[in-house]
T-cell receptor
């Protein structure tokens, strides 16, 4: 079955450590996204990528970095510069090329930094 | 004014009830509209796209009112399993970075 997989489901880190969240899709989608969701808040876009080897900052990119070396993979690194990293992180993909393409989400990674 | 606004609820309804949610958007250039469903501590899942002519999928009906800049979701004959948060998503015509999510409306269906 095609889908989008995030790992791990839960992640705990100490403050000051960088951490990388994995996102893999086998839907052959061109576009991939990273969102952050905080309690009572809407999803906020961190980074997105329309094509391999290219990505753009979203609304809240500070303290995060991404890479898109393969079409299937879009890992997100939460750096020590991110002031409030504890959140629910959602990766998504879409066919791209059209604003009508809905998003398909992974099952999320819940990051806790203490 | 926020870009996409939803009544956070919760909406508490008994099984079998009909319930409707509205979502208002501020940018008149918005082109695409979706409803997503999000269960507690899970990822959002596409419920339905919203077309200009309105569309129906079983017990769910979505409508778009461009003049008043809102979309609606009607759920008939509510089931316990409909309990979730319903997210409104609006996009401009430039795609990728312009999807805007509402904060969601929580629905609780009770026996």
């Amino acid at each position: 079955d095609g889908g989008i997989t995030q790992s791990p489901k839960y992640l705990f880190r100490k403050e000051g450590q960088n951490v990388t969240l994995s996102c893999e899709q086998n839907l052959n989608h061109d576009a991939m996204y990273w969102y952050r969701q905080d309690p009572g808040q809407g999803l906020r876009l961190i980074y997105y990528s329309q094509i391999v080897n290219d990505f753009q900052k979203g609304d809240i990119a500070e303290g995060y970095s991404v890479s898109r070396e393969k079409k299937e993979s879009f890992p997100l690194t939460v750096t020590s510069a991110q002031k409030n990293p504890t959140a629910f992180y959602l990766c998504a993909s879409s066919m791209g090329g059209s604003y009508n393409s809905p998003l398909h989400f992974g099952n999320g990674t819940r990051l806790t930094v203490t | 004014r926020k870009e996409v606004e939803q009544d956070p609820g919760p909406f508490n309804v008994p099984e079998g009830a009909t319930v409707a949610f509205n979502c208002t958007y501020s940018n008149s250039a918005s082109q695409s509209f979706f409803w997503y469903r999000q269960d507690c501590r899970k990822e959002p899942k596409l419920l339905m796209s919203v077309y200009s002519s309105g569309n129906e999928d079983g017990r769910f009906t979505a409508q778009l009112n461009r003049a008043s800049q809102y979309i609606s979701l009607l759920i008939r004959d509510s089931k316990l399993s409909d309990s979730a948060t319903y997210l409104c998503v609006v996009t401009l015509n430039s795609g990728y970075s312009t999807l805007t999510f509402g904060k969601g409306t929580m629905l609780l269906v009770s026996p």
